[in-house]
């Protein structure tokens, strides 16, 4: 088909379905709009969070293990309690808030973290405030043999809650997920060779005394899930290496029973922990199943 015009662009909107903007009446001054949100009414409930969430949002990692500084994108999740007698919240003053934050730099520093919490309670006129955010954090592995670099990788977590009502503040919650591989002991034990083994996941969340907490936290948790695992997971690995992670893992089975066990141990001894979750799950390489082992624990309730 050939044609020897087309209609202009604006003719082919219109040909398409578009009009023209119609004359209204309202007010265009935001100063003259109503305000729905701070309308006051018994509303039935209080709200104990509202916000928003799944915000992608640019953020620096300081770390100790290279790369020692990195930028990543997390997942970002902002919140606020509301009263009974309050309509809604200004949602637009919590990307606002996180705008401010990134042009001053937004990194994991939890110093600054709490502040940004605080601030949104703030600005919103409310007692009480929350952030939440996932995001990849990668840091050099060298291969056990060859000592090949590349980059591994885990997800962080962070969740810093304020309530200006408490003795204290802030309530910090940090975490990680990792993969791991995990040798099945009753295989190693009842074939004539071999075991079968399998990847592992391992999601830690720790709720921290911020007087005690150590700033290599995210390092630390790694370290106790990759630690106590049958063998920790790498990026290049050649058959030299190959041959020591596997001998490894045989050397050291592992039930997510025990694995749990393991990293429970390591941080019921951090002295910065001060509740824990520990969850392992087994992505199980001989039945359709997985196999999943969750431990929590309290360290200020212990006997």
Request: proline fraction near 4%.
């Amino acid at each position: 088909m050939t044609r020897s015009s087309f209609p202009t662009k604006k003719e082919r909107h219109v040909l398409f379905g578009s009009v023209p903007p119609v004359t209204g009446n309202k007010p265009t001054l935001k100063d003259q709009m109503t305000d729905l949100q701070n309308h006051r009414e018994d509303y039935l409930f209080a709200i104990e969070e509202v916000g928003i969430t799944r915000v992608k949002h640019p953020l620096t990692i300081h770390s100790t293990m290279a790369p020692h500084v990195q930028t990543t994108i997390a997942s970002i999740e902002l919140t606020t309690n509301l009263g009974q007698k309050s309509k809604g919240i200004n949602m637009s003053r919590l990307t606002e808030t996180l705008e401010s934050y990134r042009q001053e730099g937004l990194s994991t520093d939890l110093a600054q973290l709490c502040k940004l919490t605080k601030e949104l309670a703030v600005v919103m006129n409310q007692t009480g405030s929350k952030l939440v955010m996932e995001f990849p954090w990668f840091y050099e592995r060298s291969a056990p043999a060859s000592n090949l670099i590349g980059l591994g990788h885990s997800e962080l977590y962070i969740e810093i809650a304020y309530d200006e009502s408490k003795y204290r503040k802030f309530e910090i919650t940090v975490g990680i997920t990792v993969a791991v591989t995990t040798l099945c002991p009753c295989s190693k034990e009842i074939s004539e060779y071999s075991a079968h083994n399998q990847r592992g996941l391992v999601s830690i969340r720790v709720n921290v005394d911020p007087q005690l907490l150590d700033d290599n936290w995210k390092v630390m948790l790694l370290e106790a899930a990759e630690s106590n695992a049958s063998a920790a997971l790498h990026p290049v690995l050649k058959r030299p290496d190959e041959k020591m992670v596997t001998e490894r893992a045989y050397e050291n089975p592992r039930f997510v029973e025990d694995l749990t066990r393991l990293i429970a141990a390591d941080l019921y001894e951090y002295d910065f922990v001060e509740r824990f979750t520990v969850e392992c799950r087994n992505e199980e390489s001989i039945h359709q199943h997985d196999a999943i082992a969750r431990i929590s624990f309290d360290k200020r309730q212990k006997s």
